[in-house]
C-alpha cells in the first residue's frame, strides 16, 4: 500500500533529511522509529506568501524498489542491425529517438549540419563578439539543437506526450543532476548541458549506432511515395529503411525542400515579441515581497500572460540570472534568445514576452509559409535598421510605453551590445498594440515591473516553428511512407523535454512499421 502526502518545508531545510522525517511524523502522528518507506516525487517553491518548498512525498510499507536504468537496456550493438532509420537533427528529439532506437534494436544514423557540442563554441564567440554568423553552427545548429545554450530548461506541460520519466532518467543517467527529477521546474544549465550530451552521443556510438556532423540535408529521395535515402551538401548519400525528420524550429531550407517535393506543409500559429531584461533583484524583489533575496532561495522567476481580443500575450522561457544571447542562424537577421547557467548567477532576469501570431492574421492564410514569411521580414527588419552588426535595437520599458526613444540604455547583458533605437516602430502593429497592452496588465500582476531599469530587445521570434509538416495516424507524413517528421520543427514539441518525448514517440513509430511491413 501507498499513499501520497504534501509537506511544507522552510527553504533552509529543504535539504535536511532529519527535518524532513520530523514533519512526515507530525502528519501522521507516528514515532519517527515508525515512520513507513517514503520517497519524494515532486519539490515545487510557493513564493505566494512566506516562501516554503512544498514536498510531494510518497509513502510506502515496503521498500522502494528502483527500475534498472535505461542504459542498461541498450541493446549491446545494433550495428549490424537488419533495420536502420536515418535522423536528421541532433537536438534532443533526434538524440533521443536514436537512444530509443538502441533499446529497440534499430540502428540510428544521425546527421546534423552542424558540429560537435564543443566546437560550437567557437562559433558562438565569432557571433558574439565578431558579429559573424556561421549559417550552420550558430546557437539554433549543431549537436544537441537549439537548447543546449539557451539554458537547458526542462519544464514541460506536454504530460501526455510520452514519458517524462523516461527523458529524465536518461539524462540523469548521461551525468545531469539527480535533482531535476523532483524538481516542479527542472533547470541542467548551459554550462553541464553539454557534458550530458557528449555522453549520450558515446552511448549511440558504443552501441553501434552512427553520427555525422557537418552534413547539411540538401535532398531527401523518395521513390512511388517511399522514403529511400538523405543526401547531404558533401555529395554522401545515407540509406536506411526509415528517416526521422527533427531538424528544430529554424530548419527554414528544409521546409523549402519539402514543398520543393510537392508535399504538403501547413501554417500555423507561432508568437513573437522581444526580450525585457530586469535587474534580478527587482524580480527577487517583487516575487518573494521583501526587499531582497532571503538565503536559501534562488533567483526568483515570474510567468504572466494574458488574453487581448483572443490573442495570447505572454513571458516565454523566463531566465533567473540569465542572459540574453544572439540566435540568428543565417547572415543579416536579429534575433534573441535568453539562457541561465546552472547557478542562475547573473545580476539580470530576462524573458521572452510576446505575442501569438495566426495564420488568419494574413491575406494568404492558405500559403504554408505566410508565418514564416512574416517572422522571417521582422528578423531582417530589425538588422537592416541597425549597422550591419548583431547590436540589437533596444528601450526602456518606460519609453517603450510611451514611444519615445531612451536617451540612455541601462547595463545588459547581451554581449553584442545594444543600440537605442524606437523599438516601438519597428516591430509591426500586429505586435506593439497588443504588447503594450499586456505589459500593462503585468504591471499590475508585478510590483515594479515597469521601471526604467527594464529593457525592451527586439526580437524574440523563434519561440515556436511557424510551420507544422503534418502527420498521419502512424506518424508519418500523409505524402510518404517511411518519413516521420518529428520535434520543433514539425510542430509537435516545444521544448527540451517535449521534443526528447516526440523523438522517442518517433522512433516507436518507426520500429512499428520496420517490423510490420
Request: net charge neutral.
Amino acid at each position: 500500500m501507498s499513499r501520497i502526502i504534501e509537506v511544507a518545508i522552510n527553504p533552509s531545510d529543504q535539504n535536511q533529511d532529519l527535518v524532513i522525517s520530523q514533519k512526515i511524523a507530525e502528519i501522521l502522528d507516528l514515532p519517527l522509529a515508525q515512520l513507513p518507506y517514503f520517497r519524494i516525487l515532486k519539490k515545487s517553491l510557493d513564493a505566494r506568501k512566506a516562501p516554503m518548498y512544498r514536498l510531494r512525498i510518497e509513502l510506502s510499507d515496503t521498500p522502494f524498489i528502483d527500475q534498472p536504468a535505461y542504459k542498461s537496456r541498450f541493446k549491446d550493438d545494433v550495428s549490424n542491425s537488419e533495420k536502420s532509420v536515418v535522423i536528421i537533427g541532433a537536438g534532443p528529439a533526434g538524440y533521443f529517438a536514436a537512444l530509443e532506437c538502441l533499446l529497440l534494436g534499430i540502428k540510428p544514423i544521425v546527421l546534423d549540419r552542424g558540429k560537435a557540442v564543443q566546437d560550437r563554441r567557437r562559433d558562438l564567440r565569432l557571433i558574439q563578439q565578431f558579429h559573424t554568423v556561421p549559417p550552420d553552427s550558430n546557437y539554433c545548429y549543431g549537436e544537441g539543437g537549439a537548447g543546449t545554450y539557451s539554458d537547458g530548461k526542462l519544464y514541460t506541460r506536454s504530460v501526455k506526450r510520452g514519458d517524462i520519466y523516461k527523458v529524465l532518467s536518461l539524462l540523469v543517467e548521461h551525468g545531469a543532476t539527480s535533482e531535476i527529477m523532483i524538481d516542479a521546474h527542472p533547470h541542467i544549465g548551459s554550462n553541464h548541458l553539454p557534458k550530458v550530451i557528449e555522453t549520450i552521443r558515446e552511448s549511440i556510438l558504443q552501441h553501434g549506432g552512427e553520427i555525422h556532423f557537418g552534413q547539411r540535408v540538401v535532398d531527401i529521395e523518395i521513390k512511388h511515395q517511399i522514403f529511400k535515402s538523405v543526401i547531404t551538401q558533401s555529395g554522401s548519400q545515407f540509406v536506411a529503411d526509415a528517416c526521422i525528420l527533427a531538424t528544430g524550429h529554424s530548419s527554414r531550407d528544409i521546409f523549402r525542400l519539402l514543398a520543393d517535393k510537392n508535399l504538403v506543409m501547413e501554417a500555423k500559429s507561432f508568437a513573437l515579441g522581444v526580450r525585457i531584461e530586469h535587474p534580478q533583484e527587482i524580480v527577487d524583489s517583487a516575487q518573494y515581497h521583501t526587499p531582497s533575496r532571503p538565503e536559501h532561495l534562488p533567483p526568483a522567476s515570474y510567468s504572466m500572460a494574458c488574453t487581448l481580443d483572443e490573442r495570447g500575450v505572454f513571458s516565454f522561457c523566463m531566465c533567473p540570472g540569465g542572459l540574453m544571447v544572439p540566435a540568428a542562424t543565417s547572415p543579416g537577421e536579429i534575433v534573441l534568445n535568453g539562457m541561465s547557467l546552472s547557478r542562475r548567477d547573473s545580476r539580470y532576469a530576462n524573458s521572452g514576452t510576446v505575442v501569438s501570431v495566426h495564420p488568419t492574421d494574413f491575406d494568404n492564410s492558405s500559403d504554408p509559409f505566410c508565418t514564416l514569411n512574416f517572422q522571417q521580414s521582422v528578423e531582417q527588419n530589425i538588422f537592416n535598421a541597425g549597422d550591419g552588426s548583431q547590436k540589437a535595437p533596444a528601450q526602456r520599458l518606460t519609453d517603450f510605453m510611451t514611444g519615445r526613444v531612451s536617451a540612455s540604455l541601462p547595463e545588459s547583458s547581451y554581449i553584442p551590445g545594444l543600440w537605442s533605437a524606437p523599438v516601438h516602430d519597428l516591430l509591426p502593429k500586429l505586435i506593439i498594440e497588443p504588447l503594450q497592452s499586456g505589459i500593462k496588465i503585468f504591471a499590475k500582476k508585478m510590483k515594479g515591473y515597469l521601471t526604467e531599469e527594464a529593457v525592451v530587445v527586439a526580437t524574440e521570434s523563434r519561440t515556436s516553428s511557424p510551420i507544422r509538416i503534418p502527420r498521419n495516424s502512424l506518424s508519418m507524413h500523409p505524402q510518404c511512407i517511411g518519413l516521420f517528421p518529428c520535434g520543433e520543427g514539425a510542430g509537435y514539441a516545444g521544448g527540451i523535454v517535449s521534443a526528447a518525448m516526440d523523438g522517442q514517440h518517433c522512433a516507436e513509430a518507426a520500429f512499428h512499421y520496420l517490423t510490420t511491413n
